[in-house]
């Protein structure tokens, strides 16, 4: 069974720093598409990036230039490294992963496994 453990969450202020891990339990790593998604109160979900086998990486343009997606397939593990972080990234963060586009799991339609979320909290 696949499942994902976000780590990393927490309380930061505005221009400061965290990162997120995301650790998949499954078979087999390298063909899985990761990615992250958040939900701050209150708003839909939205997609964050995501990264491919083959670390391609796509980002939205609200993190572009202030977050980083990473994988490291010896460990099964997914980062996203957050700079600069405003009070409007505060959200639930979720791991998301799927044997899929990197296109298609940015739409964030019928991706089969996610993870529980993490909180991050900036505040001004």
């Known amino acids: 069974q696949v499942q994902l453990e976000e780590s990393g969450g927490g309380k930061v202020q505005a221009g400061g720093s965290l990162r997120l891990s995301c650790t998949l339990s499954?078979?087999?790593?390298?063909?899985?598409?990761m990615g992250w998604f958040r939900q701050a109160p209150g708003k839909e979900r939205e997609f964050v990036s995501a990264?491919?086998?083959?670390?391609?990486?796509k980002y939205a343009d609200s993190v572009r230039d202030r977050f980083i997606i990473s994988r490291d397939n010896d460990k099964r593990t997914a980062h996203l490294q957050m700079y600069r972080l405003k009070p409007e990234d505060t959200a639930t963060y979720y791991c998301?992963?799927?044997?899929?586009?990197?296109?298609?799991?940015?739409?964030?339609?019928?991706?089969?496994?996610w993870g529980k979320g993490t909180l991050v909290t900036v505040s001004s």
């Open positions: 998301a992963a799927g044997t899929t586009t990197i296109v298609e799991l940015r739409t964030g339609v019928g991706i089969p496994y």
């Open positions: 499954a078979p087999a790593f390298g063909s899985i598409v």
């Open positions: 990264i491919s086998e083959g670390s391609i990486t």
